[in-house]
């Protein structure tokens, strides 16, 4: 698990100093961005007592995904060191969760982005067992997520010509084709996923 969060974290970095170099020091409230999608995340929960609808778990699956991209980003920027960082968060997300409904936990972790502004891994920790997520999954659905993202930037999506639909399926479902079959635990993981992308990429 320490590796892994590792390689998330570095990935994160990554991503952020792509869009700015200097991403750190820009005092971006990180934190809000993460109790937002908290509220996005509610919507495809069903919260709407008076309007039937059914929880869509891979939508919220990915939500949680989102938020953990804006949690690392806040913890990032309140960190001398990343070693130090992964091994709290892996000792965080390793202990035994709270127990709590879907809507109870994604509360808990939105309040405590309010009223800490910052980011509890032991508040995640419990949406992530409430919306039955494990690490496993979260690092690959993150690593999937974010290689793609560096693969829009390196093809063109800031210009416009990069293309998004290939052989009639968006992106995201060829990232999803390509998480399946590779396993998340070899060591170049997030550079195998970019090597797939190529490799079916018609531009």
């Given at each position: 698990m320490l590796?892994?969060?590792?390689?998330?974290l570095d990935l994160?970095?990554?991503?952020?100093?792509?869009?700015?170099?200097?991403?750190?020091?820009?005092?971006?409230?990180?934190?809000?961005?993460?109790w937002i999608e908290?509220?996005?995340?509610?919507?495809?929960?069903?919260?709407?007592?008076w309007k039937h609808a059914d929880p869509d778990m891979?939508?919220?699956q990915l939500e949680v995904v989102d938020i953990w991209h804006f949690g690392m980003s806040a913890m990032i920027c309140r960190c001398d060191s990343l070693d130090e960082l992964a091994a709290q968060i892996a000792k965080d997300l390793s202990a035994i969760p709270r127990e709590s409904s879907l809507l109870e936990a994604t509360e808990i972790l939105a309040e405590s982005c309010i009223t800490t502004q910052s980011f509890s891994t032991s508040a995640f920790l419990g949406l992530m067992a409430a919306s039955d997520l494990s690490f496993e999954q979260l690092y690959r659905m993150y690593v999937g997520k974010n290689v793609l993202n560096f693969f829009r930037q390196?093809?063109?999506?800031?210009?416009?010509?990069?293309?998004?639909?290939?052989?009639?399926?968006?992106?995201?479902?060829?990232?999803?084709?390509?998480?399946?079959?590779?396993?998340p635990k070899q060591t170049d993981f997030a550079d195998a996923v970019y090597r797939g992308l190529a490799e079916a990429y018609p531009g």
């Open positions: 590796n892994a969060v590792r390689t998330m994160q970095d990554r991503m952020n100093t792509k869009v700015h170099p200097e991403w750190r020091e820009q005092g971006f409230e990180w934190y809000r961005a993460a908290c509220a996005e995340l509610m919507d495809h929960a069903g919260y709407k007592w891979e939508q919220i390196d093809h063109g999506y800031k210009d416009g010509s990069y293309i998004k639909i290939w052989a009639g399926r968006e992106d995201n479902e060829h990232l999803s084709d390509l998480l399946v079959r590779l396993d």
